[in-house]
């Protein structure tokens, strides 16, 4: 499997920014998708996670209201749409597919990465 994350950028605090991830290489509707991120000097964190069908999502506290997963089995990609940025939201965001169609939290639960993609929110 192959992931492209992308839609990253630079973004004044209360903004907006939508993360897409493209997938390839497999049936990507029977797989749940996870976004994690990495600040600078913090350890990678979980972000969210969408069930195979996009039915059932899961949230970190820190984002819970603002962010909202989404995905488009049709077009194999899985959105993170970012609403109320904050400058503590600044990291690199990675999407995963974890090999089952239910949600994970953690990132051994993760089978494939994509490469990342830089999110900036500035005060």
């Known amino acids: 499997v192959q992931l492209q994350a992308s839609g990253g950028g630079l973004v004044q605090a209360g903004g907006s920014l939508r993360l897409s991830c493209a997938a390839s290489g497999r049936t990507f509707r029977s797989y749940a998708m996870g976004w994690f991120r990495q600040a600078p000097g913090k350890e990678r964190e979980f972000v969210a996670c969408?069930?195979?069908?996009?039915?059932?999502?899961n949230y970190a506290d820190s984002v819970k209201g603002r962010f909202t997963g989404s995905r488009d089995n049709a077009k194999n990609t899985v959105y993170l749409q970012m609403n109320s940025l904050k400058p503590e939201d600044t990291a690199v965001y990675y999407c995963a597919v974890r090999g089952t169609v239910v949600c994970g939290t953690s990132e051994p639960q993760y089978d494939y990465w994509g490469q990342g993609t830089q999110v900036t929110v500035s005060s």
């Open positions: 969408i069930s195979w069908s996009g039915s059932s999502t």
